[in-house]
Each structure stands twice: as C-alpha cells, then as structure tokens.
C-alpha cells in the first residue's frame, strides 16, 4: 500500500518537533539533529521535517512511498503517463535512509518523488540544486533530490 510524502523545511527543529508530537499525537520515528520523521498510520503519511542553511522553507517537495518493487514500477509509469521530464536517480541515500526514487515536477513546478525505502543510514545524504528541475516557484534546494541532467532543464523550461 503506497504512503503519501511530505518533508517540509523548518526553522526550529525542536519547536516543530514539538508541535507535530502535539498535532499527530505521537512521537516522530525517526530523530536526528537536523531531521524528525513520523511514519503515520492515520492518515498514512510519511511526514519529514529538517532543517537545512538556506533550505526554503516549509512544503518542500511531496511524494509517493512504496512498501515494493511492483508498486515501484506502477508509480514509475504513472510518473511517465504525467508527461513531464522523469530523473531517474535510482539507487541513493536521502534523509537518513537508502532508497530507489525518481522524481518529476508538475508544471507549476511543485517537485514529487517516487520511492522505494530499502535500509537505514548513518549520514544524511547529499542536497543537490533542483534549479534545473522546478520553476521559479518551487523548491529549490529540497533536501534530496538529484541534479537535473542538461536536456531536462530544457525541457522544464528552466529554472528563473
């Protein structure tokens, strides 16, 4: 059964940590020093925070979690039924986890991730520029996702 994605950008992490406790009446799952996580059942989301030097804040990019690799391979067609540019970034290591995603922007540019949790990991992961990928009303620089290759950017129309 696929869980919806939600990371949002945060300024304090203990105050929002704090607050989503409050609102999802929960402790989050996953606690680092710059990253919380709540893995919850109802709704069935995986809600992320962080917190990163320069990173936009709040909503940061949304997605679609797989429990496998079949409901991998339908969200992955589902993204190219979409119609936009697809990154595959395949196999990677993004907020504390290793995962197989890819990626897309709808056209107002709000980012979406295709994934696929495989293990835990010890680092966080790297923040590549998502310029190339989202429009100038998106998120750039969202916690995790790959660097748009050259013809995708062309054919996203840019970033402003």
Not at 47 to 59: D, L, P
């Given at each position: 059964m696929k869980r919806f994605h939600v990371h949002v950008g945060v300024a304090d992490l203990d105050q929002s940590i704090a607050f989503y406790n409050g609102l999802f009446g929960q402790q989050p799952s996953v606690t680092k020093p710059?990253?919380?996580k709540w893995m919850l059942d109802d709704p069935r989301v995986n809600?992320?925070?962080?917190?990163?030097?320069?990173?936009?804040?709040?909503?940061e990019h949304l997605g679609l979690q797989v429990e496998d690799q079949g409901e991998l391979a339908q969200v992955y067609a589902a993204l190219e039924a979409a119609g936009r540019p697809v990154l595959e970034e395949g196999a990677t290591t993004c907020c504390y986890a290793k995962t197989e995603k890819s990626w897309i922007a709808d056209p107002d540019g709000v980012v979406w991730e295709a994934f696929l949790t495989t293990g835990d990991s010890t680092v966080y992961g790297a923040a590549p520029e998502l310029e190339q990928l989202v429009s100038a009303n998106a998120a750039?620089?969202?916690c995790?996702?790959?660097a748009a290759a050259p013809q995708a950017a062309a054919a996203t129309g840019g970033c402003c």
């Open positions: 710059d990253y919380a809600f992320a925070i962080s917190v990163k030097e320069g990173a936009t804040k709040g909503i750039a620089g969202s995790c996702a790959p």
